[in-house]
């Protein structure tokens, strides 16, 4: 758009402004010129058609803006919407892990009182085989064979001997057979005797007549006698396999009693031990 300036009219007698090169009006005043720091022409309907194309311009660039303002409207809220969905996805899988979480707290309460239900089961099931066993007596040391096929008569008539029983001693057996394993080959270890009794004193009277008499042999083979029990009541009587050991070492007199229970008796005084560490915090305090 062209810019004019109104230049001041010439005064007479000034030197140098008649040589002014725009100064054609013969009323003797300048005509307004062009602005030199700006584009334009002197023809009007030229800069016309110029204000006309700068202003459609302008108008296409504002529709263009128009344009790009709504669409981003348009994905601001598909992104609004999205953000909402995914705030209500987050909100049920929060829920659905919170009710996971409470039905796992329960299911462990459940299970662990199922594991103590189970643990005491069990023990029942333990002590009922325990005894059942309670009249069985094992004998470990007679050789293979020995028996002759007829294991209660060999048993009866050699038991009493052994351990002095007597002649008169009637030990009452209501069935033998050895323990349910391979039979060993000659050079190896024979199989105990299981033993079944019909009467309980009968079988705490083999037990003790074996245990006072020390060391018991027959034919240059050393026999044990053990009470039967059950695989799991032999691991906790075994736990306290060390501290008899130190026992013994020490000469502290001492015994087992059902189910796994040690007593001892040290300076005069007899204390029980349901573990073998509560055992060897008695042996630590005597040195």
Not at 92 to 107: F, P, Y
Not at 220 to 245: C, I, M, T
Request: glycine letters at 6%; one cysteine or more; charged letters at 25%.
């Amino acid at each position: 758009i062209p810019f004019f300036v109104e230049m001041p009219n010439k005064k007479k007698g000034k030197p140098g402004l008649s040589d002014h090169p725009h100064s054609t009006s013969s009323s003797g005043s300048f005509m307004a010129e062009p602005f030199d720091g700006c584009e334009g022409t002197s023809d009007p309907a030229q800069n016309e058609n110029s204000l006309a194309s700068n202003i459609k311009n302008i108008y296409a660039l504002r529709q263009k803006l128009a344009t790009d303002m709504a669409n981003l409207t348009s994905k601001v809220e598909i992104l609004k919407e999205c953000a909402e969905k995914m705030g209500t996805r987050i909100a049920e899988a929060a829920h659905m892990i919170s009710s996971i979480e409470d039905r796992d707290r329960q299911r462990d309460g459940h299970l662990s009182e199922i594991n103590k239900e189970l643990e005491s089961a069990l023990a029942r099931v333990n002590d009922l085989e325990n005894w059942s066993r309670r009249n069985n007596v094992r004998v470990v040391g007679f050789l293979e064979g020995v028996e002759n096929g007829n294991p209660i008569h060999f048993l009866s008539t050699t038991i009493p001997e052994l351990l002095g029983l007597g002649a008169d001693a009637v030990l009452d057996i209501e069935r033998v057979h050895r323990t349910l394993v391979l039979r060993p080959l000659a050079d190896q270890r024979p199989r105990a005797f299981v033993v079944k009794l019909l009467r309980f004193l009968m079988r705490e009277k083999i037990l003790r007549a074996a245990r006072d008499k020390g060391a018991v042999k027959w034919r240059d083979n050393v026999l044990h006698f053990f009470p039967d029990l059950s695989q799991e009541l032999q691991q906790q009587r075994q736990g306290f396999a060390e501290v008899r050991k130190q026992l013994r070492a020490k000469g502290l007199k001492y015994s087992m009693f059902y189910p796994a229970v040690l007593k001892v008796t040290a300076n005069g005084a007899t204390s029980t031990f349901n573990t073998p560490g509560e055992a060897e915090a008695l042996l630590t305090q005597l040195g």
